[in-house]
């Protein structure tokens, strides 16, 4: 799981618990001015992943670290499907980050606002 909040203009992603060790990153900043936007989306974690590279996945249990899809990187750390939040950027490593978070309305909603506050 993730714990995702805002510093002055940056969006930090922190990876939790053992996440750490199967996602090979323990910390994402993102500066708000790269962010396009925010989505709750339980569905994602059936779309196609790509080439894992770093990373763990083991279908129905975790998707993990770093997967290659269509030229493009994407962030993973999602146990619980239910709780999937992806996070679109613009000009970073990746192209978008699909997470876990406790309550992924409030993560969206607060992502949302900090964009909106810019």
Request: aromatic share 4%; charged share 25%; hydrophobic share 50%.
């Amino acid at each position: 799981m993730a714990q995702i909040s805002i510093d002055g203009e940056n969006l930090v992603v922190e990876i939790e618990g053992l996440d750490k060790l199967w996602a090979l990153k323990s910390r994402l900043v993102i500066p708000l001015a790269n962010v396009r936007g925010a989505t709750a989306d339980p569905g994602i974690v059936k779309e196609p992943k790509g080439l894992r590279a770093p990373g763990a996945h083991v279908p129905g249990v975790i998707t993990a670290g770093t997967f290659h899809l269509d030229g493009e990187k994407v962030f993973w750390d999602v146990h619980d499907a239910a709780k999937a939040v992806v996070v679109e950027l613009a000009d970073e490593r990746y192209a978008r980050l699909v997470v876990e978070v406790a309550d992924p309305r409030t993560t969206v909603a607060l992502i949302e606002q900090a964009k909106a506050a810019r």
